[in-house]
């Protein structure tokens, strides 16, 4: 079964300073990857994903993720964090052939962001 | 704007009561899906619907119930039976291809009181 592990649940960093958030997954052939981010009490937003080509995929809000098949890896990158980019981050992997086109999301890494 | 809708935002339930969590979409989207979102779980599937009065249960189906009567509505149920339904629920859709990821509505927030 297809399955997502972000390690980090909360992490802090200082405005300015550069952000990766981790994201493991198991998938037996080539996922469909997204990450999404989620203020408090809101809906997910879509930040980026993966299917298929470029590995170094772009995503809004200066976010970009590199898809790394040999580390089933799929990490978030951010050069400079700005103080509201602070939020909850998941990210998810997918279709899952069980149930139709659903993704399996990660437990989600909370961003702190020192002023 | 096209969009997903949920209401209300807030909702409280009594024990042993019915309450129902409004979805409803104008993206013309023909998938929709039901989550339900706690603290450091993630989100886990309850229903979806692939199309018009079909639908499928997830991974935590046990106390809540769904219909599709229209391809733009797809409300939940949280039934008496759902004993620990304190949670963020979120609504999704998908348009065609699971490339595209979903959108998502801004939740409802279910408290028991």
């Known amino acids: 079964a297809q399955s997502v592990t972000q390690p980090d649940i909360h992490i802090t960093v200082s405005e300015g300073a550069s952000l990766e958030l981790r994201c493991n997954y198991s998938y037996g052939a080539t996922p469909y990857l997204f990450w999404y981010v989620q203020s408090p009490g809101q809906g997910l937003q879509l930040l980026l994903k993966?299917?298929?080509?470029?590995?170094l995929v772009q995503g809004i809000k200066g976010f970009e993720a590199e898809f790394k098949r040999s580390q089933s890896s799929f990490n978030l990158r951010k050069p400079s964090v700005h103080w509201s980019d602070a939020a909850e981050y998941f990210c998810?992997?997918?279709?899952?052939?069980?149930?139709?086109?659903?993704?399996?999301f990660g437990p989600g890494t909370r961003l702190s962001v020192l002023p | 704007d096209g969009g997903i809708t949920q209401s209300p935002k807030y909702l409280f339930r009594k024990e042993g009561q019915n309450v129902t969590l409004s979805c409803e979409q104008n993206?013309?989207?023909?998938?929709m899906y039901w989550y339900r979102q706690d603290p450091g779980q993630g989100l886990r599937l309850i229903y979806y619907s692939q199309i018009v009065n079909d639908f499928q249960k997830g991974d935590i189906a046990e106390g809540y119930s769904v219909s599709r009567e229209k391809k733009e509505s797809f409300p939940l149920t949280v039934t008496s039976a759902q004993k620990n339904p304190t949670a963020f629920y979120l609504c999704a859709t998908i348009d065609g291809s699971a490339s595209y990821g979903y959108t998502f509505g801004s939740g409802t927030r279910l408290t028991v009181v």
């Open positions: 993966y299917f298929s080509g470029d590995t």
């Open positions: 998810a992997v997918g279709p899952d052939d069980n149930y139709g086109q659903n993704f399996v």
């Open positions: 993206l013309n989207h023909d998938a």
